[in-house]
C-alpha cells in the first residue's frame, strides 16, 4: 500500500513560481512510476508530469519549459516546480503513483492517488 501526500498549493500572481511537494510511504516507492495531474473547476483531469523510476521526465505540451519534476528516491519525495504560472494552470493537483512502466498519462493507468493541493494563479 502507498499513501501519497501533497502539500505546498496557494495563491499566487500570473509570473510567480511554486513548488508542489508529494511525500510517498512504502518501501518500493523508489521502482513506482510518480505522476503530476490536475482539475480545474468544471474540467477533466489532466496528466501534467510524470517521472519514471529512472528519473525520465515527460510533459504535457502546455507545461514543458516552465514545470519540472523530479523525485528524492532517498526521502521519497516527488516535486513539481512550476514557473512563470499563468491563471489557466489554477487547478487542484494530484500526485499519482503506478506499480509499473515508465510512462503513463491516463488517470486510469496510475494505481495510488493523493488528495490533492489548490494551486490558484491570478491574473
Known amino acids: 500500500q502507498v499513501q501519497l501526500v501533497e502539500s505546498g498549493g496557494g495563491l499566487v500572481q500570473a509570473g510567480d513560481s511554486l513548488r508542489l511537494s508529494c511525500a510517498a510511504s512504502?518501501?518500493?516507492?523508489?521502482?513506482?512510476?510518480m505522476g503530476w495531474f490536475r482539475q480545474a473547476p468544471g474540467k477533466e483531469r489532466e496528466f501534467v508530469a510524470s517521472i519514471s523510476r529512472n528519473g525520465d521526465p515527460y510533459y504535457v505540451d502546455s507545461v514543458k519549459g516552465r514545470f519540472t519534476i523530479s523525485r528524492d528516491k532517498a526521502k521519497n519525495m516527488v516535486y513539481l516546480q512550476m514557473n512563470s504560472l499563468k491563471p489557466e494552470d489554477t487547478a487542484v493537483y494530484s500526485c499519482?503513483?503506478?506499480?509499473?512502466?515508465?510512462?503513463?498519462?491516463?488517470?486510469?493507468?496510475?494505481?495510488?492517488w493523493g488528495q490533492g493541493t489548490q494551486v490558484t494563479v491570478s491574473s
Open positions: 499519482a503513483a503506478r506499480r509499473w512502466g515508465d510512462y503513463a498519462v491516463a488517470y486510469s493507468d496510475y494505481n495510488y
Open positions: 512504502g518501501r518500493t516507492f523508489s521502482s513506482y512510476l
